[in-house]
């Protein structure tokens, strides 16, 4: 089992700059795929960016790419997501989460952070 804490949400102008990270507890941290989901008010939840268990292979929502860089640190067990050129569409809550398979549903959720970018 494996309990996540984001952190590192807050407010932005367009255009500007922030990362998220998200703190695993537990020893086998490196052992799971994880992934970056986000939530606007009024819509669902939607996938953003997802990192391999070695941190070798990552990918992303299209709306996201070439924006956002998903990394990890697996001696730190965190997993962080950089977000550059944000715009007013990125405002939504984010949410990290955990899976030890390379595919199929994520077990393990935060409870997730805030990001507001104002136009």
């Known amino acids: 089992q494996v309990q996540l804490v984001e952190s590192g949400g807050g407010l932005v102008q367009t255009g500007g700059s922030l990362r998220l990270s998200c703190a695993a507890s537990g020893r086998t941290f490196n052992r799971y795929n994880m992934g970056w989901f986000r939530q606007a008010p009024g819509k669902e939840r939607e996938f953003v960016a997802a990192i391999s268990s070695s941190g070798g292979g990552t990918n992303y929502a299209d709306s996201v790419k070439g924006r956002f860089t998903i990394s990890r640190d697996n001696a730190k067990n965190t997993v962080y997501l950089q977000m550059n050129s944000l715009k007013p569409e990125d405002t939504a809550v984010y949410y990290c989460?955990?899976?030890?398979?390379?595919?199929?549903?994520?077990?393990?959720w935060g409870q997730g952070t805030q990001l507001t970018v104002s136009s």
């Open positions: 989460a955990a899976r030890m398979l390379a595919a199929g549903e994520y077990r393990y």
